[in-house]
T-cell receptor
């Protein structure tokens, strides 16, 4: 069964550093998403991406965040200057145009110290 | 705006007990509804979905019926197993392509 692949599985970074979280969505999917889950809390939507541009973003997705699909396969989330409160599990998801099946990756656990 | 409300957990059951996890939603129009499951240390897996009123989603013995009149999508299983221990998330999408909105999640713990 096709999978969404996320790397790394765990990243530790110092406060103020930039991090890039990587995702390889399912190849024929057209919609791409980033979510985050602070430990023990709800899954929060960050941003959606369609047709090479952001289609929707939440209030969490401020200027320190950016997304890119640089080469037609990878989908990245960049956090420019990490804060302690950015520590969370970040999930990538993708979806085809033909159904409502969102497929999630296994997540990247980001720890900001 | 759209939102999902789930019953507070944790839910603790003995093996073979009946499970209900309540979920209600607020949305404009006719959303699609989902249940996702997160096993310890893992990502989110789609458990079941329903895309229109009165649809019943089912998978692995779990069921949920889309009730428009009560804006609910309660998850049920007739006989839970220890392996069902996980966090269960109810979610909605108000149209194809838009982001999923999740409830807070309900932790289920099943003991033998």
């Amino acid at each position: 069964e096709p999978e969404v692949t996320q790397t790394p599985s765990h990243q530790v970074t110092q406060m103020g550093q930039e991090v890039i979280l990587r995702c390889v969505p399912i190849s024929n999917h057209l919609y791409f998403y980033w979510y985050r889950q602070i430990l023990g809390q709800k899954v929060e939507f960050l941003v959606s991406f369609y047709n090479n541009e952001i289609s929707e973003k939440s209030e969490i997705f401020d200027d320190q965040f950016s997304v890119e699909r640089p080469d037609g396969s990878n989908f990245t989330l960049k956090i420019r200057s990490t804060k302690l409160e950015d520590s969370a599990m970040y999930f990538c998801a993708s979806k085809s145009a033909s159904n409502y099946g969102y497929t999630f990756g296994s997540g990247t656990r980001l720890t900001v110290v | 705006g759209n939102s999902v409300t789930q019953m507070e957990g944790p839910v603790t059951l003995s093996e073979e007990a009946f499970l209900t996890i309540n979920c209600t939603y607020t949305a404009t129009g006719y959303p699609s509804l989902f249940w996702y499951v997160q096993y310890p240390g893992e990502g989110l897996q789609l458990l079941l979905k329903a895309t229109k009123a009165d649809d019943k989603g089912s998978n692995k013995g779990f069921e949920a019926t889309y009730r428009k009149e009560t804006t609910s999508f309660h998850l049920e299983k007739g006989s839970v197993q220890v392996s069902d221990s996980a966090v269960y998330f109810c979610a909605l999408s108000d149209q194809a392509g838009t982001a999923l909105i999740f409830g807070k999640g309900t932790t289920l713990s099943v003991s033998s």
